[in-house]
């Protein structure tokens, strides 16, 4: 018989991530396990010294010479928040390479993320192609998602960021794709339980818009999680390079950086380049699953010494936005979304429910993460 024991309330002593992720472990000394993983796991392998210089050197010259006489050796997906910008920076400035930037506009830029990627071009001197993503048929599989209850809300962006530059970068034989995937801001990986879900699930993200959605799929771009990690990484070639785990990278120095060379600006949040996932981590995730995502950036932030503990209780106790700017964003996103403001109430007041509640591969998706951990390809905690 299952237990109906609520499990007692417990907050790490080192960082700030505590028992909202049900599958949290906590040691003798009260510190969770996604603490001892990086200091165990993360941290003895990761280079950003003299060392990370020789990698990147190597890496560089790999990437040079694989590029030789074509118009890029590399693409770049940039949206305008720091972890992209910076490692186009680094990229250019820092490796030689000759990168093309790539945009994908899915309806939601904020103004302030736009500036950034106009800086970026000009200041870096690169080419852009920008993607825009069809409205209607974005708008129609994000409001599907909605009515699903499930917290995994951002799945219909990042599926379209993500499979709309896979798909490009095949079509046109650009073998390296570099990201701002890094350990120094997200080595405290989102639980699954958070919207953390592990990737683009073709079979999760169509039976949610098959049940309820209205419009036919066209021109979305969607590019299944097995595809790329498949056929396009393992038979195919293609290679996700992460520069920012091979260099000196803290925030507010990044930040400062940039806004000295480009002007790029800051944001006053991760993710905020995005005003659906600004409002989605902000308003929808806290209100609605009482999950707050901050709890695992600030984490971060925090295992690699740039934040206190202290600072983050006190600032993760009251919302990143207050209540006024959150109630005009909630109006936005009905009206942005062809609903009113109560209808949008009314799907935020539908039952919770999780992935599990609709057709997945999951369990296939786990088998994956569980082998990439396993050969050290993978070295955050995976759940």
């Known amino acids: 018989m299952l237990s109906n024991k609520v499990r007692e309330y417990q907050i790490c002593n080192s960082c700030i991530m ?126 599907a998602f909605l009515k699903s209850g499930i917290p995994d809300q951002d799945l219909p962006q990042d599926a379209a960021f993500f499979s ?92 400062k950086e940039l806004n000295e060379l480009y002007g790029w600006l800051p944001f006053q949040h991760k993710h905020h380049e995005s005003r659906f996932t600004r409002f989605y981590e902000d308003y929808w995730m806290p209100r609605k699953f009482d999950f707050h995502k901050r709890r695992a950036h600030f984490s971060s932030l925090i295992m690699t010494g740039q934040m206190t503990r202290e600072g983050a209780l006190e600032r993760i106790s009251k919302p990143e936005m207050d209540e006024h700017f959150l109630k005009q964003e909630f109006e936005y996103v009905a009206n942005k979304l062809g609903v009113s403001v109560k209808e949008l109430q009314d799907i935020f007041d539908l039952e919770n429910k999780t992935y599990r509640d609709y057709k997945n591969k999951r369990f296939l998706i786990g088998l994956g993460a569980k082998a990439l951990t396993i050969l050290g390809l993978e070295k955050r905690l995976f759940r």
Request: aromatic content about 10%; glycine content about 8%; proline content about 4%.
């Open 164 to 255: 709309s530059l896979y798909k490009f970068a095949r079509k046109n034989k650009i073998k390296y794709v570099i990201t701002g995937s890094n350990y120094s801001t997200e080595c405290c990986r989102e639980p699954e339980e958070w919207g953390g879900y592990p990737g683009i699930d073709k079979t999760l993200i169509l039976d949610i818009h098959q049940k309820f959605g209205n419009k036919v799929l066209k021109s979305f771009p969607l590019v299944d999680i097995l595809i790329y990690k498949i056929i396009y990484q393992r038979l195919l070639g293609m290679q996700i390079v992460k520069p920012l785990n091979m260099v000196p990278f803290m925030k507010k120095d990044a930040e």
């Open 18 to 143: 505590d028992t909202s992720d049900p599958n949290i472990h906590f040691d003798e000394q009260g510190v969770c396990d996604y603490c001892n993983n990086f200091k165990n796991t993360i941290k003895p392998s990761w280079h950003t010294d003299e060392k990370g210089a020789e990698e990147l050197r190597q890496l560089a010259t790999k990437i040079k010479k694989e590029g030789e006489g074509k118009d890029f050796d590399c693409i770049i997906g940039l949206s305008g928040g720091l972890d992209s910008s910076y490692a186009a920076h680094i990229a250019v400035n820092k490796m030689g390479l000759k990168p093309l930037l790539y945009h994908v506009d899915a309806g939601w830029n904020t103004d302030q993320a736009v500036g950034n990627v106009e800086k970026l071009v000009d200041g870096l001197g690169l080419d852009l192609y920008t993607d825009v993503v069809n409205w209607q048929e974005m708008k129609d599989l994000q409001l």
